[in-house]
Protein backbone atom coordinates (compact mmCIF):
# COMPACT_ATOMS: atom_id res chain seq x y z
CA UNK A 1 0.00 0.00 0.00
CA UNK A 2 1.26 3.43 -0.86
CA UNK A 3 0.12 6.47 0.38
CA UNK A 4 -3.94 6.38 1.21
CA UNK A 5 -5.85 9.40 0.32
CA UNK A 6 -9.07 9.34 2.41
CA UNK A 7 -12.30 11.31 1.99
CA UNK A 8 -13.48 12.11 5.10
CA UNK A 9 -17.02 11.47 5.52
CA UNK A 10 -16.88 10.98 1.83
CA UNK A 11 -15.40 15.05 1.79
CA UNK A 12 -17.61 16.79 3.95
CA UNK A 13 -16.36 20.16 3.03
CA UNK A 14 -18.09 19.81 -0.28
CA UNK A 15 -21.20 17.55 -0.13
CA UNK A 16 -23.39 16.65 2.67
CA UNK A 17 -21.45 14.07 5.01
CA UNK A 18 -22.15 10.39 4.49
CA UNK A 19 -24.43 10.55 1.78
CA UNK A 20 -24.41 9.16 -1.81
CA UNK A 21 -23.57 12.00 -3.37
CA UNK A 22 -20.40 12.82 -1.39
CA UNK A 23 -19.07 9.27 -1.83
CA UNK A 24 -20.30 9.58 -5.44
CA UNK A 25 -18.42 13.23 -5.76
CA UNK A 26 -15.11 11.52 -4.32
CA UNK A 27 -15.22 8.58 -6.60
CA UNK A 28 -15.43 10.74 -9.43
CA UNK A 29 -12.46 12.75 -8.32
CA UNK A 30 -10.39 9.74 -7.57
CA UNK A 31 -9.63 8.60 -3.71
CA UNK A 32 -7.82 5.69 -2.60
CA UNK A 33 -10.48 4.92 0.32
CA UNK A 34 -14.32 6.17 0.97
CA UNK A 35 -13.91 7.28 5.30
CA UNK A 36 -17.39 6.82 6.35
CA UNK A 37 -19.51 6.00 9.79
CA UNK A 38 -21.78 3.75 10.27
CA UNK A 39 -24.87 2.72 12.81
CA UNK A 40 -27.12 0.11 13.49
CA UNK A 41 -31.29 0.72 13.48
CA UNK A 42 -33.76 -1.20 15.54
CA UNK A 43 -34.31 -3.47 12.66
CA UNK A 44 -30.99 -4.37 12.30
CA UNK A 45 -29.52 -2.48 9.18
CA UNK A 46 -26.40 -0.61 9.14
CA UNK A 47 -26.95 2.85 8.09
CA UNK A 48 -23.95 5.71 7.19
CA UNK A 49 -24.44 7.88 10.30
CA UNK A 50 -21.73 10.10 12.22
CA UNK A 51 -23.22 10.19 14.93
CA UNK A 52 -25.18 7.47 17.06
CA UNK A 53 -28.39 9.42 16.69
CA UNK A 54 -29.99 11.67 14.23
CA UNK A 55 -27.85 15.00 14.11
CA UNK A 56 -30.01 18.41 14.48
CA UNK A 57 -27.59 20.07 12.62
CA UNK A 58 -28.66 17.62 9.45
CA UNK A 59 -32.07 15.83 10.17
CA UNK A 60 -35.01 17.92 8.93
CA UNK A 61 -38.75 16.28 9.15
CA UNK A 62 -41.30 15.93 6.86
CA UNK A 63 -42.35 19.53 8.13
CA UNK A 64 -39.20 20.72 6.83
CA UNK A 65 -38.02 22.06 10.24
CA UNK A 66 -34.69 20.50 11.86
CA UNK A 67 -35.44 18.38 14.53
CA UNK A 68 -34.52 19.15 17.73
CA UNK A 69 -31.31 18.38 20.40
CA UNK A 70 -30.60 15.98 21.12
CA UNK A 71 -31.83 13.30 18.14
CA UNK A 72 -33.25 9.60 18.74
CA UNK A 73 -30.38 7.40 18.56
CA UNK A 74 -30.77 5.21 15.43
CA UNK A 75 -30.84 2.21 17.85
CA UNK A 76 -34.23 3.52 18.48
CA UNK A 77 -35.49 3.84 15.24
CA UNK A 78 -36.55 1.70 12.24
CA UNK A 79 -35.09 2.29 8.29
CA UNK A 80 -37.99 3.49 6.94
CA UNK A 81 -38.08 5.94 10.18
CA UNK A 82 -34.61 7.20 9.50
CA UNK A 83 -35.46 7.10 5.99
CA UNK A 84 -38.25 9.77 6.49
CA UNK A 85 -35.30 12.48 7.59
CA UNK A 86 -33.50 14.89 4.77
CA UNK A 87 -29.62 15.72 5.89
CA UNK A 88 -29.14 17.27 2.44
CA UNK A 89 -28.59 20.90 4.09
CA UNK A 90 -27.04 21.80 7.05
CA UNK A 91 -29.00 24.35 9.48
CA UNK A 92 -27.90 27.71 8.20
CA UNK A 93 -27.30 28.98 11.68
CA UNK A 94 -25.45 26.33 13.39
CA UNK A 95 -21.24 25.99 13.84
CA UNK A 96 -21.20 23.79 11.55
CA UNK A 97 -22.47 25.55 8.89
CA UNK A 98 -19.63 27.94 9.38
CA UNK A 99 -16.77 25.85 9.51
CA UNK A 100 -18.12 24.44 6.24
CA UNK A 101 -19.57 27.65 4.21
CA UNK A 102 -18.83 26.05 1.01
CA UNK A 103 -20.91 22.27 0.95
CA UNK A 104 -23.08 22.43 -1.60
CA UNK A 105 -26.77 21.82 -0.33
CA UNK A 106 -28.70 18.50 -1.43
CA UNK A 107 -31.75 18.77 -0.17
CA UNK A 108 -33.89 15.56 -0.63
CA UNK A 109 -30.69 13.85 0.67
CA UNK A 110 -31.17 10.72 2.69
CA UNK A 111 -29.14 9.26 5.31
CA UNK A 112 -27.85 5.65 3.00
CA UNK A 113 -27.00 1.99 4.22
CA UNK A 114 -24.11 0.35 4.09
CA UNK A 115 -25.48 -1.92 1.30
CA UNK A 116 -26.05 0.96 -0.56
CA UNK A 117 -22.95 2.94 -0.79
CA UNK A 118 -21.11 -0.80 -1.48
CA UNK A 119 -24.02 -0.86 -4.71
CA UNK A 120 -22.80 2.80 -5.58
CA UNK A 121 -19.25 1.67 -5.84
CA UNK A 122 -19.75 -1.43 -8.13
CA UNK A 123 -21.92 1.08 -10.08
CA UNK A 124 -18.69 3.26 -10.30
CA UNK A 125 -16.89 0.22 -11.81
CA UNK A 126 -13.72 1.24 -9.26
CA UNK A 127 -12.43 -2.05 -8.05
CA UNK A 128 -9.58 -0.61 -6.14
CA UNK A 129 -11.26 1.78 -3.85
CA UNK A 130 -11.20 0.85 -0.08
CA UNK A 131 -13.74 1.47 2.92
CA UNK A 132 -12.51 2.89 6.41
CA UNK A 133 -15.45 2.08 8.39
CA UNK A 134 -15.89 3.58 11.85
CA UNK A 135 -17.73 2.05 14.05
CA UNK A 136 -19.76 4.62 15.87
CA UNK A 137 -20.01 3.40 19.25
CA UNK A 138 -18.97 5.00 22.51
CA UNK A 139 -18.32 3.15 25.78
CA UNK A 140 -19.77 6.14 28.10
CA UNK A 141 -23.22 6.02 26.00
CA UNK A 142 -23.81 2.20 25.88
CA UNK A 143 -27.77 2.73 25.36
CA UNK A 144 -27.27 4.58 22.23
CA UNK A 145 -26.23 1.48 20.40
CA UNK A 146 -25.66 -2.00 19.98
CA UNK A 147 -23.70 -3.48 22.45
CA UNK A 148 -19.80 -4.44 20.92
CA UNK A 149 -20.44 -7.87 20.29
CA UNK A 150 -23.97 -7.34 18.58
CA UNK A 151 -22.84 -3.96 16.61
CA UNK A 152 -19.30 -6.00 15.01
CA UNK A 153 -21.36 -9.10 14.36
CA UNK A 154 -23.75 -7.52 12.15
CA UNK A 155 -21.00 -5.05 10.58
CA UNK A 156 -18.70 -8.06 9.27
CA UNK A 157 -22.32 -10.00 8.60
CA UNK A 158 -22.95 -7.44 5.91
CA UNK A 159 -19.56 -6.77 4.69
CA UNK A 160 -18.85 -10.45 3.79
CA UNK A 161 -22.06 -10.81 2.43
CA UNK A 162 -21.68 -8.00 0.04
CA UNK A 163 -17.51 -9.68 -0.61
CA UNK A 164 -16.02 -6.62 0.08
CA UNK A 165 -13.88 -8.28 3.14
CA UNK A 166 -10.52 -7.83 0.89
CA UNK A 167 -11.37 -4.12 0.76
CA UNK A 168 -12.58 -2.83 4.06
CA UNK A 169 -10.66 -1.34 7.15
CA UNK A 170 -12.30 -1.00 10.42
CA UNK A 171 -11.39 2.01 12.33
CA UNK A 172 -13.02 3.15 16.31
CA UNK A 173 -12.08 5.26 19.01
CA UNK A 174 -13.59 2.52 20.98
CA UNK A 175 -10.78 -0.12 21.13
CA UNK A 176 -13.35 -2.79 21.82
CA UNK A 177 -14.93 -3.60 18.79
CA UNK A 178 -11.00 -3.44 17.39
CA UNK A 179 -9.96 -6.02 19.85
CA UNK A 180 -13.56 -7.81 18.34
CA UNK A 181 -13.11 -7.92 14.80
CA UNK A 182 -9.09 -9.03 15.11
CA UNK A 183 -11.02 -11.73 16.95
CA UNK A 184 -13.54 -12.64 14.30
CA UNK A 185 -12.16 -11.38 11.41
CA UNK A 186 -8.78 -11.35 11.19
CA UNK A 187 -7.65 -10.76 8.04
CA UNK A 188 -9.60 -7.36 7.92
CA UNK A 189 -7.29 -4.54 8.84
CA UNK A 190 -7.72 -2.90 12.55
CA UNK A 191 -7.65 1.13 12.95
CA UNK A 192 -6.46 2.37 16.37
CA UNK A 193 -8.21 5.92 16.55
CA UNK A 194 -6.58 8.27 19.08
CA UNK A 195 -7.07 11.91 20.67
CA UNK A 196 -4.93 12.99 23.11
CA UNK A 197 -6.09 16.47 23.78
CA UNK A 198 -9.11 18.34 25.24
CA UNK A 199 -12.18 17.38 26.40
CA UNK A 200 -12.87 14.83 23.63
CA UNK A 201 -9.59 12.71 24.98
CA UNK A 202 -10.23 9.45 24.83
CA UNK A 203 -6.51 7.87 25.27
CA UNK A 204 -4.05 8.82 28.03
CA UNK A 205 -0.22 8.10 28.46
CA UNK A 206 -0.84 6.96 31.87
CA UNK A 207 -3.57 5.01 32.55
CA UNK A 208 -6.39 2.68 30.40
CA UNK A 209 -9.49 5.20 29.73
CA UNK A 210 -12.91 3.57 29.38
CA UNK A 211 -11.97 3.78 25.24
CA UNK A 212 -8.69 1.49 25.19
CA UNK A 213 -10.94 -2.10 26.27
CA UNK A 214 -7.91 -2.70 28.94
CA UNK A 215 -4.90 -1.23 27.32
CA UNK A 216 -2.85 1.12 28.69
CA UNK A 217 0.21 3.03 27.53
CA UNK A 218 1.58 2.93 30.90
CA UNK A 219 2.44 -1.22 30.67
CA UNK A 220 4.00 -0.33 27.29
CA UNK A 221 6.95 2.33 28.20
CA UNK A 222 4.32 5.31 28.06
CA UNK A 223 4.24 4.96 24.17
CA UNK A 224 0.85 4.70 22.74
CA UNK A 225 2.62 3.18 19.43
CA UNK A 226 4.03 0.30 21.55
CA UNK A 227 0.48 -0.03 22.80
CA UNK A 228 -1.58 0.02 19.82
CA UNK A 229 1.05 -2.65 18.20
CA UNK A 230 0.44 -4.54 21.56
CA UNK A 231 -3.61 -4.54 20.97
CA UNK A 232 -2.89 -6.16 17.57
CA UNK A 233 -4.05 -3.22 15.42
CA UNK A 234 -2.11 -2.38 12.09
CA UNK A 235 -2.41 1.33 11.22
CA UNK A 236 -2.37 3.94 14.17
CA UNK A 237 -4.89 6.79 13.48
CA UNK A 238 -4.26 9.91 15.88
CA UNK A 239 -5.36 13.52 15.43
CA UNK A 240 -3.05 15.22 13.27
CA UNK A 241 -2.23 17.53 15.99
CA UNK A 242 -0.77 14.65 18.32
CA UNK A 243 1.82 13.32 15.62
CA UNK A 244 5.26 14.19 15.33
CA UNK A 245 8.17 13.08 13.49
CA UNK A 246 9.31 10.65 15.98
CA UNK A 247 6.35 9.18 17.07
CA UNK A 248 5.81 8.26 13.10
CA UNK A 249 9.27 6.53 13.44
CA UNK A 250 8.63 4.71 15.95
CA UNK A 251 5.29 3.73 14.68
CA UNK A 252 6.75 2.36 11.56
CA UNK A 253 9.97 0.96 13.19
CA UNK A 254 6.87 -1.28 15.18
CA UNK A 255 5.09 -2.03 11.85
CA UNK A 256 2.36 0.03 11.94
CA UNK A 257 1.09 2.60 9.34
CA UNK A 258 0.03 5.69 10.47
CA UNK A 259 -2.79 7.38 8.94
CA UNK A 260 -3.91 11.09 10.31
CA UNK A 261 -7.32 12.54 10.87
CA UNK A 262 -8.44 15.40 10.02
CA UNK A 263 -6.69 17.87 8.08
CA UNK A 264 -8.13 20.53 5.68
CA UNK A 265 -5.38 23.47 4.93
CA UNK A 266 -2.56 23.04 2.28
CA UNK A 267 0.11 23.88 5.29
CA UNK A 268 -0.85 21.10 7.53
CA UNK A 269 -1.48 18.52 5.03
CA UNK A 270 2.33 19.44 3.43
CA UNK A 271 3.85 19.00 6.74
CA UNK A 272 1.93 15.86 7.51
CA UNK A 273 3.43 14.06 4.17
CA UNK A 274 6.61 15.81 5.06
CA UNK A 275 7.02 14.01 8.88
CA UNK A 276 6.10 10.87 6.48
CA UNK A 277 2.48 9.99 7.38
CA UNK A 278 1.13 6.85 5.23
CA UNK A 279 -1.86 8.42 4.56
CA UNK A 280 -4.25 11.33 5.53
CA UNK A 281 -7.87 11.70 6.11
CA UNK A 282 -9.46 15.06 5.10
CA UNK A 283 -12.76 16.90 4.00
CA UNK A 284 -10.95 18.46 1.36
CA UNK A 285 -10.25 15.61 -0.93
CA UNK A 286 -9.55 17.92 -3.79
CA UNK A 287 -7.07 19.97 -2.10
CA UNK A 288 -5.71 16.53 -0.70
CA UNK A 289 -4.99 15.68 -4.50
CA UNK A 290 -3.38 19.01 -5.51
CA UNK A 291 -0.77 18.85 -2.27
CA UNK A 292 0.01 15.08 -2.97
CA UNK A 293 0.25 15.63 -6.37
CA UNK A 294 2.36 18.62 -5.89
CA UNK A 295 4.89 16.25 -3.39
CA UNK A 296 5.24 13.58 -6.12
CA UNK A 297 2.68 11.42 -4.70
CA UNK A 298 0.80 9.11 -7.57
CA UNK A 299 -3.15 9.98 -7.35
CA UNK A 300 -5.84 7.65 -8.00
CA UNK A 301 -7.84 7.76 -10.97
CA UNK A 302 -11.75 8.69 -10.84
CA UNK A 303 -14.33 6.70 -11.94
CA UNK A 304 -17.39 8.92 -12.32
CA UNK A 305 -20.69 7.94 -11.22
CA UNK A 306 -23.80 9.73 -10.34
CA UNK A 307 -25.70 8.53 -6.90
Known sequence: MGFDL????????????????????????????????????ADGEIVVSHERGLNPDLARGADGAYIAAPGTPLVKLRLDEVRTYDVGQIRPDSVYAKQFPDQRAMPGTRIPTLRELFALVRKSGNSGVRFNIETKIDPNHPDDTLDPQAFVTKLLGLIETEAFSDRVLIQSFDWRTLQLVQQQAPKIPTVYLTLQRGSGQTVALDKATSWTAGFSPADHGGSLPRTIKAAGGAIWSPYFGDVTATLVTEAHALGLRVVVWTVNKREDMARMIELGVDGIISDRPDLLRQVAGEKGIALPAGTPVEP
Not at 6 to 34: C, I, Q, Y
Request: overall charge negative.
Open 6 to 41: EAHRGGRALLPENTLPAFANALSMGVDTLELDVGVT
